[in-house]
């Protein structure tokens, strides 16, 4: 987890103990002592909700404050005492780091006490709601003028609520995170924005390539919603570990922390919505946390605002299985026994339906129920392989032979092409990659031959 971005300056020391205590904090015990959602207006323009509309918010409000993540109605007293004993340890530990660095230590080691001390508290806190003029606006768009898209993001997002909650739940971060896929994609695996984010939760390719999530000629794992819900888990996670406030993570998420800390610097508070006030934020971020809190407002009781959610079939169960690279889905579902299009569906990130070549071997996902076949068939694919996209050999026609090369320092693909009479850019579709960069100790194919035409075993 890190807990400040690369290359930004420490801010003042008093910012990030106050902002540590008051804004995580305050976030957990606030909501386990029942503290109201704030609410007022930010702009000249207040808006209103209708009767029936406005009761079911102040229902859901009203019914938030007593609920603590993990379903329970209430905190227990014991719960709400072993909060405070971790808290005045965690508070303690920062105090020494802050005496510490008064005394010439390194602000590093006052960063590492406040991620430690946010791990101890295991971020189980929740997201406030309010009710604010600008959450209100959203209110009205979503069960008004975008009420029929509205309703199919609430239909889409049910098929992938279990895998989404699931994934937050494992890193201890807050479930109601899922709405934040439907206001970034509308849970659309194949969405891309005018800045080529792609996928549910709409990752640049820089981003999540830090994150593990390939990005190709042949694989966006972006477009993966497993491994993308982790990615995004886990990117959630580091946000609030840096700034320990979920309002700001959310506008961290959709800016960027750079640009959040520096309205912090320019408005002089880490409160969103004075943040908001102050106008330091850009218009989209002004908007995005409203628009979010909106959507968990309604998602929490849809029928409460006349929404009939469609109900979907879950996202199939599935299971990680190891194939050999790079090969064709099609050539694992014939010899599984498998209906293609059961394959192709948990794997529509694979975007010539073909595994990755380059590393040995690739992790396919495979429907529960059939991922004993698809694992002992899995050695017979080694037996086919490609070339530019399309088979050289399958099964009963030809054995096929690969050709190997481990990347020495001081090789380039020129090289490596001359000393085994290609070029570089076969070597380039041979491995997928769209620069001429490699790295020592990566194994490149450099050659695929087909030898014999007997059956093939």
């Known amino acids: 987890m890190t807990s400040l971005p690369q290359g930004a300056p420490l801010p003042h020391t008093g910012t990030v103990l106050e902002a540590f205590r008051h804004s995580s904090l305050g976030l957990i015990l606030g909501a386990l002592a029942g503290a109201g959602c704030a609410s007022g207006s930010l702009d000249d323009d207040d808006h209103e909700l209708d009767a029936a509309t406005g009761e079911a918010v102040e229902e859901i409000l009203a019914e938030d404050v007593n609920v603590v993540e993990g379903d329970a109605p209430e905190a227990s007293s014991e719960a709400v005492e072993k909060l405070k004993e971790e808290t005045e340890?965690?508070?303690?530990?920062?105090?020494?780091?802050?005496?510490?660095?008064?005394?010439?230590?390194?602000?590093?080691?006052?960063?590492?006490?406040?991620?430690?001390?946010?791990?101890?508290?295991?971020?189980?806190?929740?997201?406030?709601?309010?009710?604010?003029?600008?959450?209100?606006?959203?209110?009205?768009?979503?069960?008004?003028?975008?009420?029929?898209?509205?309703?199919?993001?609430?239909?889409?997002?049910?098929?992938?609520?279990?895998?989404?909650?699931?994934?937050?739940?494992?890193?201890?971060?807050?479930?109601?995170?899922?709405?934040?896929?439907?206001?970034?994609?509308?849970?659309?695996?194949?969405?891309?924005?005018?800045?080529?984010a792609v996928g549910m939760w709409q990752f640049i390719r820089s981003t999540g390539k830090l994150y593990g999530l390939r990005a190709d000629g042949y694989v966006d794992e972006r477009r993966d919603p497993i491994r993308a819900t982790e990615a995004a888990a886990r990117h959630l996670r580091d946000l609030y570990g840096s700034l320990g406030n979920w309002h700001l993570v959310l506008a961290a998420y959709n800016a960027g922390p750079r640009r959040i800390y520096r309205a912090i610097r320019r408005g002089g508070t880490r409160d969103f919505w004075d943040l908001v006030r102050a106008r330091v934020l850009p218009r989209e971020t002004r908007n995005y946390v409203p628009k979010f809190l909106a959507a968990v407002i309604i998602g929490r009781n849809p029928g409460r605002f006349g929404f009939e959610v469609e109900p979907l079939e879950p996202y199939p169960d599935v299971q990680p299985v190891v194939v050999p690279t790079p090969a064709r889905l099609a050539d694992l579902a014939r010899r599984a026994g498998i209906a293609p299009s059961r394959l192709a569906e948990v794997n529509a990130h694979l975007l010539r339906g073909v595994t990755p070549p380059g590393p040995r071997s690739y992790s396919v996902w495979v429907p529960a129920g059939d991922a004993a076949r698809a694992r002992a068939a899995s050695p017979g694919l080694a037996r086919v392989r490609f070339q530019t996209g399309r088979s050289v050999a399958s099964e009963g026609y030809g054995n096929v032979r690969a050709r190997y090369h481990r990347v020495r320092r001081g090789d380039t693909l020129d090289s490596i092409a001359r000393r085994y009479g290609t070029t570089v850019v076969k070597l380039k579709r041979l491995n997928g990659l769209r620069t001429s960069t490699i790295h020592a100790g990566r194994r490149l194919i450099v050659a695929v031959r087909t030898k014999g035409y007997g059956a093939g075993g």
């Open 89 to 196: 340890i965690a508070d303690d530990e920062v105090d020494d780091a802050d005496r510490d660095l008064e005394e010439g230590g390194s602000s590093d080691e006052l960063r590492a006490v406040i991620t430690r001390s946010l791990e101890r508290r295991r971020i189980r806190t929740r997201i406030p709601l309010e009710s604010n003029s600008l959450v209100r606006k959203w209110i009205t768009y979503f069960t008004g003028k975008d009420r029929e898209r509205f309703g199919r993001f609430l239909s889409r997002g049910a098929r992938y609520r279990a895998l989404i909650q699931e994934k937050l739940a494992a890193h201890g971060i807050p479930r109601d995170l899922f709405y934040l896929a439907m206001i970034e994609s509308g849970f659309s695996t194949h969405a891309r924005s005018h800045a080529s």
